[in-house]
């Protein structure tokens, strides 16, 4: 069923909003639109950047050298995620897992950029991993688990 096909139910009779009945019903000459101003007029508008009275942006940030942008500050890591490693069949039981590896691999692009480990579902590959920037919960506690079930 389609929006043009549905019909009215039977017995509804309902009839639409009667504008311009003047100003007392609230529904009057200038019912749903500005009564003055640019906005009333053809063509009139606001332009995309104005913030109805609040102090705009250009005049919120600093204008003072040696302002640091919150995306400079933040450390961004390339992911590698845990299954992958499991899945692909270059990687070996018992391996070395650093950087150089990583980039041989094709994980990531460059040695100096920092790389986070994240999990998703089981993982059972026993990997050694060395100069790895940081890991997240989850894939601790799976490499962990791993490395408990040889002994």
Not at 6 to 11: A, Q, R
Not at 45 to 67: D, I, N, S, V, Y
Not at 78 to 105: A, F, H, S
Request: glycine share 8%; net charge positive.
């Amino acid at each position: 069923m389609l929006l043009h096909q549905i019909k009215k139910s039977k017995g509804y009779n309902k009839s639409g909003k009667r504008l311009g009945r003047g100003n007392a019903s609230g529904k009057g000459n200038y019912c749903g639109r500005w009564i003055k101003w640019q906005l009333a007029r053809s063509g009139g508008g606001m332009p995309a950047w104005f913030e109805w009275g609040q102090t705009p942006l250009t005049q919120r940030l600093p204008k003072l050298r040696g302002f640091k942008r919150f995306y400079k500050l933040v450390k961004r890591y390339t992911p590698v995620n845990l299954w992958k490693l499991q899945e692909d069949e270059r990687v070996e039981e018992w391996m070395t897992i650093n950087k150089e590896v990583l980039k041989q691999l094709g994980y990531i692009k460059k040695t100096n950029e920092l790389v986070k480990i994240l999990a998703k579902w089981e993982f059972s590959k026993k990997l050694v991993f060395e100069n790895i920037d940081a890991f997240s919960e989850k894939a601790k506690l799976l490499i962990e688990k791993a490395w408990w079930e040889i002994k």
